[in-house]
């Protein structure tokens, strides 16, 4: 959506690592997500992060907020090629139930 | 086993045709959503619900209605106001607000319009 913006494409060697970025909009989000879809299913919740954090690392994923800037990263370490897939952020606040996502950026992981 | 589920997976309509499509959940889940997905747009918000007998318009609502008659469905009616209906249609549940809650989605429904 219009609140939530995505660079579309991404290519990365595998085992490099792959940085996907995000900036929001909205000042008032709570919590922001990243999900994940392999090809023709739902969505997947990867990792998610306060807005009163600024970094938190699950395994290979490390998820960076800087709110003054509004900017949300997610590194993923060591790339797979299990890790192929359009991957989501979304934000959403405490205010009301409305769930905002980005365009998605398609990762594409190279031999 | 605990879930949300779409049907029909792949759904054909003539063009000026209705058509509904189903979202169910027995997650005991208070919200519930209707997303849209185009390549390049991404997931863009029809309608949500945050309880029942009450929704929402999202972004992008015209030539769509909802019902939410009871807490587990929340079915998704494409009318023929729709101008571009051809899309993969995405349903999401979450326990509600208040904290962080994680939204499970569906395995989507793609619509065809012939």
């Known amino acids: 959506g219009e609140d939530v913006e995505q660079s579309l494409f991404l290519s990365v060697r595998e085992g490099d690592s792959s940085v996907i970025n995000c900036t929001y909009t909205?000042?008032?989000?709570?919590?922001l997500y990243w999900y994940k879809q392999e090809p023709g299913a739902g969505l997947q919740l990867l990792t998610y992060i306060f807005s009163n954090m600024d970094m938190k690392q699950d395994q290979r994923l490390t998820v960076l907020l800087n709110k003054k800037d509004k900017h949300l990263s997610l590194r993923i370490a060591d790339t797979q090629t299990g890790d192929s897939a359009i991957y989501f952020c979304?934000?959403?606040?405490?205010?009301?139930?409305?769930?905002?996502f980005g365009a998605g950026t398609t990762v594409t992981v190279r031999a | 086993d605990g879930g949300i589920t779409q049907s029909p997976k792949y759904l054909f309509r003539k063009e000026g045709q209705n058509v509904t499509l189903s979202c169910e959940q027995n997650l005991n889940h208070d919200a519930m959503y209707w997303y849209r997905q185009d390549p390049g747009q991404g997931l863009r918000l029809i309608y949500y619900s945050q309880i029942v007998n009450d929704f929402q318009k999202g972004d992008i609502a015209e030539g769509y209605s909802v019902s939410r008659e009871k807490k587990e469905s929340f079915p998704l009616t494409v009318t023929s106001a729709q101008k571009n209906p051809t899309a993969f249609y995405l349903c999401?549940?979450?326990?509600?607000?208040?904290?962080?809650?994680?939204?499970?989605f569906g395995q989507g429904t793609r619509l065809t319009v012939v």
């Open positions: 979304a934000e959403s606040n405490s205010n009301d139930y409305k769930l905002s």
């Open positions: 999401a549940s979450r326990p509600g607000q208040g904290g962080y809650t994680e939204a499970f």
């Open positions: 909205d000042s008032s989000s709570t919590y």
